[in-house]
């Protein structure tokens, strides 16, 4: 992730200079998807609170991958439009949040989501995918608009 946001200010950074474009709150950021990760691990943290620490509890997850003295930060000021919804997938294997829609908070203005099922709902047929939910995985939907 952090990679694709050092390519995204890049991109962001030549086209305002090749549109002349002097506000640069004139184009706003959204990031969603599946980001498999959920709302107590890094990559929510660096998206809206844009810095985790070397002390991240996720550098050291994997005692094979495990790395120290590492850093991140990014400069854009998101959060996520849905929140952080108890399940965005509910398998039986696994329930939780791992999907999002971040959008840069100080160009876009959030109006509204649409609520996501209850957990009786996903149970109702064991797990989802199932005849009711086509995918493992549930559609987050938000309005935006651009700041005035």
Not at 119 to 130: D, G, L, Q, R, Y
Request: glycine share 4%.
């Amino acid at each position: 992730m952090c990679f694709a946001i050092i390519y995204v200010e890049h991109i962001r950074s030549e086209t305002l200079r090749e549109f002349n474009i002097g506000n640069p709150q004139n184009i706003g950021l959204i990031f969603c998807g599946d980001f498999n990760s959920t709302p107590d691990c890094g990559i929510y943290k660096l998206m809206t609170e844009q810095f985790i620490d070397s002390t991240l509890v996720d550098w050291r997850s994997n005692l094979e991958e495990a790395v120290s003295g590492v850093e991140l930060s990014q400069p854009f000021k998101m959060d996520s439009a849905c929140g952080t919804p108890e399940y965005t997938n509910f398998t039986t294997l696994f329930s939780g949040c791992l999907d999002y829609i971040y959008y840069q908070k100080d160009c876009f203005e959030l109006l509204q989501s649409v609520p996501l099922p209850t957990e009786e709902e996903f149970k109702a047929n064991t797990a989802i995918p199932s005849v009711v939910f086509p995918s493992d995985h549930v559609a987050l939907i938000a309005d935006l608009k651009f700041r005035e």
